[in-house]
């Protein structure tokens, strides 16, 4: 179906009655964690990380039919489950919260590897973003990595189209930059290069951050402001 840009009001209602259904059902990362709630969870885990793995699921939204498998394996009612495909094409807000679903398996995965070591690692993953902080050796980081990308390949049928081993000093997640600048404390600053790139594209500056006059575009009127 055509990709419907404005969602009718009954639409959004329908929505969120499948969001609250399925979040009664079945709980996983996405559902009841928002991007906030997880830039929380770092600051609060990831103190005195030394290396960090972050990773990006590539074509998130297009494995729409995974997403659904993994629905039939938790749905019985085949309705509803046609009632959540519909709307696939309406909007982002379902489908959003059912591949969550979907990658609440990778979750479970990095939980079982972590389970498995003595090193100390920290995960926090929201919608196709993850960042895995960990107190060792990087080839401890290559060895995690390896498995990961296995996993999301293997299992989940997806790509990584990031997948980078850095130090902990000022790593992107969640239009973030996720800093360690001394003691070991975690501070969040604003990634102004990402901002100033979305203005640009936009046509609301340059690509350097230089502002542009767009009153002709927005107003009919720039001297009645």
Same mark, same amino acid.
């Given at each position: ?98 591949? &969550? $679903?979907?990658?609440? %398996?990778?979750?479970? !995965?990095?939980?079982?590897? /972590?389970? #498995? ?46 997948? &980078? $081993?850095?130090?902990? %000093?000022?790593?992107? !997640?969640?239009?973030?930059? /996720?800093? #360690? ?45």
């Amino acid at each position: 179906c055509k990709k419907n840009t404005t969602l009718t009001f009954k639409i959004r209602i329908v929505q969120e009655v499948i969001r609250n259904i399925l979040q009664a059902v079945y709980e996983p990362r996405g559902v009841s964690q928002s991007a906030h709630t997880a830039l929380k969870q770092v600051k609060k885990d990831f103190a005195g990380t030394v290396w960090v793995i972050a990773g990006k699921i590539s074509n998130y939204f297009d494995e729409f039919a995974q997403v659904n498998k993994i629905l039939e394996e938790l749905i019985e009612d085949g309705k509803f489950l046609q009632l959540i495909n519909s709307l696939h094409c309406a909007g982002e807000g379902v489908v959003q919260l059912v591949a &969550n $679903i979907f990658l609440d %398996k990778l979750d479970k !995965f990095v939980e079982q590897q /972590i389970s #498995q070591t003595s090193k100390r690692i920290s995960y926090v993953g929201y919608a196709d973003a993850f960042l895995l902080g960990m107190v060792g050796g990087k080839k401890d980081c290559f060895d995690l990595r390896k498995s990961l990308t296995t996993f999301v390949k293997e299992k989940l049928h997806l790509e990584l189209n990031q997948l &980078n $081993i850095t130090r902990l %000093k000022e790593v992107p !997640f969640l239009g973030y930059l /996720i800093c #360690q600048p001394y003691n070991g404390r975690i501070w969040l600053k604003m990634d102004m290069q990402r901002i100033i790139s979305r203005l640009a594209k936009k046509g609301y500056c340059k690509a350097n951050g230089e502002p542009v006059a767009n009153f002709a575009e927005h107003y009919e009127d720039p001297q009645s402001l």
